[in-house]
Nanobody, 121 residues
Framework: QVQLVESGGGLVQAGASLRLSCTAS???????MSWFRQAPGKEREFIAG????????LDVDSLKGRFAVSRDNAKNTIYLQISNLKPEDTAVYYC???????????????WGQGTQVTVSY
């Protein structure tokens, strides 16, 4: 069973940038991988995803300008670069792996434990 471990979260001020990482315990070259987030009391939200080879990405128009996904298959790692963080970005950020690149969280069957991002004013 592949395990996913996120890192890079923390407490930052509005306007800062962060790069989140998600490293898999084994090779992930056959998995489509994505980032989601979930704020307290809200539904899990798709942020961005990348195809297994990394040649395609799936983005959300409203987030695309500040969030960018990338992957390095040699390191079994995907990244989420976040710029100009806002307090409303406060959430637990999760990476997920599946066989289909989609915004639907229930299509992914491997999940990390999440990393907390808190943005202060």
């Amino acid at each position: 069973q592949v395990q996913l471990v996120e890192s890079g979260g923390g407490l930052v001020q509005a306007g800062a940038s962060l790069r989140l990482s998600c490293t898999a315990s084994r090779r992930t070259r056959s998995y489509e991988m994505s980032w989601f987030r979930q704020a307290p009391g809200k539904e899990r939200e798709f942020i961005a995803g990348t195809s297994a080879s990394g040649d395609r990405t799936l983005d959300v128009d409203s987030l695309k300008g500040r969030f960018a996904v990338s992957r390095d298959n040699a390191k079994n790692t995907i990244y989420l670069q976040i710029s100009n963080l806002k307090p409303e970005d406060t959430a637990v950020y999760y990476c997920a792996a599946g066989m289909v690149l989609t915004e639907r969280w229930d299509n992914y069957y491997l999940w990390g434990q999440g990393t907390q991002v808190t943005v202060s004013y």
